[in-house]
Every structure is written in structure tokens, then in C-alpha cells.
């Protein structure tokens, strides 16, 4: 068993590795201790399916939740590790029946791996190999953990160098680099901290007058604490990057004026962002907030970068919080509802299919952000922020409604892609995006809905861009937001990829309505069809 080591980056010796339970972030549909034999089925199917061979090499698997339908139908979502060394990419859901009956196995590694598990270079020449990567200050810290890394055709032994503290730059990061174990090569590399690409009676900046929950103080005052959805709080971070920062407290539950001078103000939007999207998933997905044990995270508003002006927000596993910038000249606080409901998934995608921050899976966990940011600005049906399929078009400050991102042609902001071509996962995740972003607005609309733009198609060969005119019949946002909820959640896998997630999906759609070859069923294989994921 590996131990864990961390330390000053340009100041420490070679220690052990890091222990295989502080690596995976837990998925709390249910916890598996709930579901003992649920788990022992599911895991008997996996022993079955893998032999005898996986036996004598070590192979074996840790629940991490159990999520179950009401026909009862059991899915379970298991870790797998190779001589006690966590396989990256790895991980399968199980599904069967309480009866003991397989149904199926969702993963994206179908053997078991054959690795030579005797490293050639040490951790430390593994944190020198990936610092350049890393991007870090000195004053970062390091930890290290041998891994099996099966991304990709050819499983590998390598170092999971986890680096914490700032980049060059000055932005907190939480950076994964993977380094081969034998070449000290870069394989990989994701930062735990996914930041968006740009950007009582509360008095909000970019929803009106709306109601807030506040916490009643035993001195008489309020503060910006939601007891209803867990305990949400928000908190002052007083123009510094990190830290807790100070909770908001006011004497008369009446919080902002509607302007970006009060500090209050933005709180509002923080406190109603978090609000909205806690609803959203609990009405709509039976979801008890993001990690689904009723716990509520933490928000931080009036972060800045060291002083400088900071046109973003983002979601951190580690602290289980939101950040959002004060925005600059040109873009407003980065508080808009899209862009809160985009940061809180990325810790539900954390916690259920934990899809690595790279490649094309790291185009999916984007794409989720930004499909139920989505579809959270529709559940809130808010007067004063019209819902729509463009994400954080409130916040540039001269109203020219400029998104940071489209839905509806994702390569109008000439980075994003539209279509899938191989060769899509080396874009930047944000830029990947573009394909789940268009095949989930096709599969809600369609290509030419009665209300709201038309979208074009992707035919053979296209590649980034698309021409074509192919006429794609939607299912509606009911439907669509509830096949890719349980496709996430059910199916997809740490390393699915966008044909992974054309599976994941139609199995969804399968279970949600109908069955295999229901109109449904079809209408989601010719959306992706569409975006050229066939």
C-alpha cells in the first residue's frame, strides 16, 4: 500500500507514493454500504466476466455508488485497481437486476490491463518531468501516486503527479500531470479546478428583484446562509483570490440595490444561483444537491487576481465551492445563472461519471456545464433573464448580448466546433464542447424548430464547421435534459468520449422511453448522426 507525500515543490526528498483512497472523488447516489447486496451482485457479475486470468493478475474493483431505478434495476459503479494501484480510466457500472441477471456493463476498458508494475524513474524525477506542464510557483506543493493509466489504446504504469498551490500566473490550480513510468513522459494532464472560459428581498445584478433565504443571527442580524438546500452560504472574498473570505451579514434582510457598487449585490446572484440550480436538479432529476447527500456547497464572490481585474468563476472539488470574478471595463461580475449552474456541475459530473478533464471527455464535462446551466436558466423561467441556448451572454457590459458560448452553432465564436471529427479531443475542452453543446440543442429542438433559430447540420466530411441542411426532428427539453442526466449518471464513464456518450445516450433513451428502436431511441441516433457521431 502506497503512503501519502506532500511537501514545498523545490524543497523536499522522495517519499512514498499517495494512497489509492485519497485519489477518487465519491459518488454519492447511494453510498455502497447502503446497498451490500447490490453490491456483491454486481460484483459477482464482474468476476465472472473477467476470470480467472484478472484473479491471478491482481485485478479488482471498489464500489463507489449505487444508484437504483424503481423496477428495481440496480446500476453500480465501480473503481478498479491492478495490485492495489488505481487504474485511471478504468472504471465500469454494472447493471443488473435484483434478481441476480446481468443486464450490461457501461465502461471504456474492456480487459483486463497487462503492465509491467516496476517503475523506472522515481516520484521525484516523475515532478520534475511534469512541473513545465504544471505551470506552478515554487511555493506550490507536490503529491505523487503510481497509477495504471488507461486512456487510450495501450494501458501504462505511470506517476499521477498531483500539483497544488498557483500557476505563474497567479491562479489557484490543482493540476494533474500523468508521466510515464518507464520515459517520464507527459501522457496527460487536467486541473481539479475547472474554471469557465471567459467570465429576505434581494436586489440582484442580472435577475431583478428576487426572494432570498437568509439565516437569522442571535444578535438580531441576517446572514446569507440557505438552511432549505443545505446550508448554503455566500462569503465576501474582499478582492483576494482564495481564502474563506467573510460570510455577508445585514441588519434588515434586505441585501443589495441592484448596482455593482454595493457588495452586496452580486451576493444576491451568488445566493439565487446556487438556489436555482439546487431546485433543479432535486425537482427535475430527484437530485439532493450536487453530491446528493443534502449537503449544500459554499460560494465566494468579489475575487480578483491579486487586485487585477478577473473576468471568471469557477468549481473546486477540494473546498466543495463557486468562485466568481468581479469581471473588468468590459464584462460585468461573472455571477450570471447560467454560468452558476455551469460551475455547480462540475462537481455533479465529479461525483457521478467523473469525466477526466482532457481529450474528449473533457469536451463532455464542459458540454454537461453548459447543457444544464442551460437548462437551470430554463427551470428559473426568470422575467428579467430571458432563458435561452447561449451561455453567459448577460455579461459584457456594453449589451451587445456577445455569448461566451453558442448551443445553437457553437463555431460562431470561431474556435468552437460544431461536428465531430477525428483529431476534436486536442481542442481545448471549452472548444471540444461544441459537439455535446450541438447535438443537445438539435436533440431539444431540432434543426429547424418552430420557435427559436434553426441550426445547421453536419453531413460526411465536414468537419468544424456546420453547412448542411439535413432536417433533425427534436425531442423536446423535457426529454433531452432527462437522457442525458441518466446517461451521465447511469452509463457514461470516466474516459468516454463522444461515441461513448452517442451509447450512454441511447441507452438512456432506451430505458427512459420505450426501449431500443422507439421514436425516442431514433430521434437521439439521428441528432448525433447529425453533429457526425454515428
Known amino acids: 500500500m502506497n503512503t501519502p507525500r506532500s511537501a514545498p515543490l523545490l524543497a523536499r526528498v522522495a517519499l512514498a507514493c499517495a494512497t489509492l483512497c485519497a485519489s477518487l472523488s465519491v459518488a454519492h447516489a447511494a453510498p455502497p454500504a447502503e446497498h451490500p447486496q447490490a453490491v456483491a451482485r454486481a460484483l459477482a457479475h464482474l468476476q465472472r466476466e473477467a476470470g480467472p486470468l484478472a484473479a491471478r493478475a491482481g485485478e479488482s474493483f471498489v464500489a463507489r455508488d449505487v444508484l437504483k431505478d424503481a423496477d428495481g434495476t440496480e446500476h453500480v459503479r465501480f473503481?478498479?485497481?491492478?495490485?492495489?494501484?488505481?487504474?485511471?480510466?478504468?472504471?465500469?457500472?454494472?447493471?443488473?437486476?435484483?434478481?441476480?441477471?446481468?443486464?450490461?456493463?457501461?465502461?471504456?476498458?474492456?480487459?483486463?490491463?497487462?503492465?509491467?508494475?516496476?517503475?523506472?524513474?522515481?516520484?521525484?524525477?516523475?515532478?520534475?518531468?511534469?512541473?513545465?506542464?504544471?505551470?506552478?510557483?515554487?511555493?506550490?506543493?507536490?503529491?505523487?501516486?503510481?497509477?495504471?493509466?488507461?486512456?487510450?489504446?495501450?494501458?501504462?504504469?505511470?506517476?499521477?503527479?498531483?500539483?497544488?498551490?498557483?500557476?505563474?500566473?497567479?491562479?489557484?490550480?490543482?493540476?494533474?500531470?500523468?508521466?510515464?513510468?518507464?520515459?517520464?513522459?507527459?501522457?496527460?494532464?487536467?486541473?481539479?479546478?475547472?474554471?469557465?472560459?471567459?467570465?429576505?428581498?434581494?436586489?440582484?445584478?442580472?435577475?431583478?428583484?428576487?426572494?432570498?433565504?437568509?439565516?437569522?443571527?442571535?444578535?438580531?442580524?441576517?446572514?446569507?446562509?440557505?438552511?432549505?438546500?443545505?446550508?448554503?452560504?455566500?462569503?465576501?472574498?474582499?478582492?483576494?483570490?482564495?481564502?474563506?473570505?467573510?460570510?455577508?451579514?445585514?441588519?434588515?434582510?434586505?441585501?443589495?440595490?441592484?448596482?455593482?457598487?454595493?457588495?452586496?449585490?452580486?451576493?444576491?446572484?451568488?445566493?439565487?444561483?446556487?438556489?436555482?440550480?439546487?431546485?433543479?436538479?432535486?425537482?427535475?432529476?430527484?437530485?439532493?444537491?450536487?453530491?446528493?447527500?443534502?449537503?449544500?456547497?459554499?460560494?465566494?464572490?468579489?475575487?480578483?487576481?491579486?487586485?487585477?481585474?478577473?473576468?471568471?468563476?469557477?468549481?473546486?472539488?477540494?473546498?466543495?465551492?463557486?468562485?466568481?470574478?468581479?469581471?473588468?471595463?468590459?464584462?460585468?461580475?461573472?455571477?450570471?445563472?447560467?454560468?452558476?449552474?455551469?460551475?455547480?456541475?462540475?462537481?455533479?459530473?465529479?461525483?457521478?461519471?467523473?469525466?477526466?478533464?482532457?481529450g474528449e471527455s473533457g469536451g463532455l464535462n464542459e458540454a454537461t456545464s453548459d447543457i444544464f446551466g442551460t437548462m437551470v436558466e430554463f427551470y428559473a423561467k426568470n422575467p428579467v433573464d430571458t432563458p435561452d441556448y447561449l451561455i453567459g451572454e448577460r455579461l459584457p457590459r456594453d449589451g451587445s448580448g456577445t455569448p461566451l458560448r453558442s448551443m445553437v452553432q457553437p463555431s460562431s465564436d470561431g474556435d468552437s466546433a460544431d461536428c465531430w471529427y477525428d483529431g476534436v479531443g486536442s481542442l481545448d475542452v471549452h472548444y471540444s464542447s461544441g459537439v455535446g453543446n450541438h447535438l443537445f440543442y438539435l436533440l431539444a429542438n431540432g434543426s429547424q424548430p418552430l420557435s427559436g433559430p434553426s441550426s445547421p447540420t453536419c453531413q460526411a466530411g465536414d468537419t468544424k464547421v456546420a453547412t448542411g441542411s439535413a432536417l433533425v426532428k427534436g425531442v423536446g427539453r423535457q426529454k433531452a435534459e432527462k437522457i442525458w442526466y441518466r446517461a451521465l449518471s447511469v452509463y457514461m464513464t470516466s474516459d468516454t468520449d463522444y461515441h461513448g456518450a452517442r451509447d450512454a445516450t441511447l441507452a438512456a433513451a432506451a430505458d427512459l422511453y420505450g426501449g431500443v428502436g422507439s421514436k425516442v431511441w431514433n430521434k437521439v441516433n439521428a441528432a448525433w448522426a447529425a453533429v457526425n457521431v454515428k
Not at 84 to 109: N, P
Not at 116 to 145: C, F, H, K, M, Y
Not at 228 to 257: E, I, P, S, Y
Open 79 to 358: 473503481a478498479r485497481r491492478l495490485q492495489g494501484l488505481r487504474v485511471i480510466g478504468g472504471d465500469v457500472v454494472v447493471h443488473g437486476d435484483a434478481r441476480g441477471t446481468l443486464k450490461g456493463l457501461s465502461r471504456t476498458l474492456s480487459r483486463t490491463p497487462s503492465v509491467a508494475l516496476s517503475p523506472s524513474i522515481d516520484a521525484v524525477a516523475a515532478e520534475l518531468a511534469g512541473l513545465s506542464t504544471a505551470g506552478v510557483t515554487s511555493g506550490a506543493s507536490v503529491r505523487s501516486e503510481l497509477v495504471v493509466y488507461a486512456r487510450g489504446n495501450r494501458p501504462q504504469l505511470a506517476w499521477d503527479v498531483l500539483y497544488t498551490g498557483r500557476t505563474v500566473q497567479g491562479v489557484p490550480t490543482e493540476k494533474h500531470v500523468i508521466v510515464g513510468a518507464h520515459d517520464a513522459r507527459v501522457l496527460d494532464a487536467w486541473d481539479d479546478i475547472q474554471h469557465a472560459a471567459a467570465t429576505g428581498t434581494g436586489h440582484s445584478l442580472f435577475l431583478g428583484q428576487i426572494a432570498v433565504e437568509a439565516d437569522s443571527q442571535a444578535d438580531g442580524s441576517f446572514a446569507l446562509r440557505d438552511t432549505r438546500r443545505g446550508n448554503h452560504a455566500v462569503f465576501d472574498l474582499k478582492g483576494n483570490f482564495g481564502g474563506k473570505g467573510q460570510l455577508f451579514v445585514d441588519a434588515d434582510n434586505v441585501w443589495g440595490d441592484g448596482t455593482k457598487d454595493n457588495r452586496q449585490t452580486v451576493a444576491v446572484d451568488a445566493a439565487a444561483g446556487h438556489a436555482y440550480t439546487w431546485d433543479y436538479y432535486l425537482n427535475v432529476h430527484g437530485r439532493r444537491g450536487i453530491a446528493d447527500d443534502g449537503v449544500g456547497a459554499t460560494s465566494k464572490v468579489h475575487q480578483s487576481l491579486f487586485g487585477l481585474p478577473w473576468v471568471n468563476a469557477g468549481w473546486s472539488d477540494n473546498c466543495f465551492c463557486m468562485t466568481y470574478g468581479d469581471g473588468d471595463s468590459s464584462y460585468w461580475p461573472v455571477v450570471s445563472l447560467d454560468v452558476a449552474g455551469h460551475e455547480m456541475t462540475h462537481g455533479v459530473t465529479s461525483r457521478t461519471a467523473g469525466l477526466i478533464y482532457s
